[in-house]
């Protein structure tokens, strides 16, 4: 296989050539302006999907409320904002992302979602959130976005950072099959097009070590089959308490 994966790798990195040079003269950057229009349309499909998986996973938020407190929850590389529908009612929302685009798409669902208070939109890189003080949320969410952070150690310590003690950074992730196996295979040889396509997504993270290292005083991880296609299928969800 590893013969077969080599050829395969380099097609498709032949096939990315132009791809790569529209990087290098810096075009690609403009990628950015679409891609909050490509991903509003797949999120919905996505969250119809993975409906059941982000009930369950969403469903203990408000046990990190703090008494006669509204619960805050910050939610980092928030794109157009697709976890909303699944918050509790009455909690405050501050949004971040490194790609400002999304504004305007995430404008729209905090319309949808009434039910939630939005307390502001931020730019800000998940790996440098220093305009947020130190424990200063409840909660800190993440889906879909430690595949393309380019540092996700240095994310975990911000979120420990702003996270209260006795606080949860919850998340819910697509990583790398098992390696044997044909998906891996296909992840593997696909990284570079997804790369392009996903606006930095790296379909074979580990993400799972990274989380097992960060010193959360309790991991909650589970590796789940999502109902996707099967080069998505590995995922995992959970939350980890400061
Ligand atoms: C696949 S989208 C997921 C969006 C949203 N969390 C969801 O589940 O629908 C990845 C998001 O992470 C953001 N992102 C990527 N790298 C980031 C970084 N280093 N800091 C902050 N946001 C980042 C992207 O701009 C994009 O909005």
Redesign the pocket.
Known sequence: MSFLMTFCTLVVRVFCFPLHLLDAVGLYKHY?RI??LL?FR??KL??KKMYERKKELFACLSDFKQSGQNLTIL?????????FHFYPSGCKVIC????VH?EKYLRRNMRENPHVAYEKFME????DMRSFEDSCVDVV?????L?????VPK?LKEVQRVLRPGGAFFF?EHVAAEPSSWTYFFQSILKPLCYYI????EVTRATWTHLEAAGFSDLKLRHIKAPLIFFNKPHIMGYGVK
Do not use: H, Q
């Open positions: 950015k891609v909050p991903l797949i999120t996505y969250n939610e980092i590389g928030c794109g157009t904002g697709s976890n971040t992302d490194n790609n999304f800000t890189s998940a790996e969410v993440c889906t879909l976005v595949c393309s952070v380019d540092n994310t819910l996903g606006d930095g997504c």
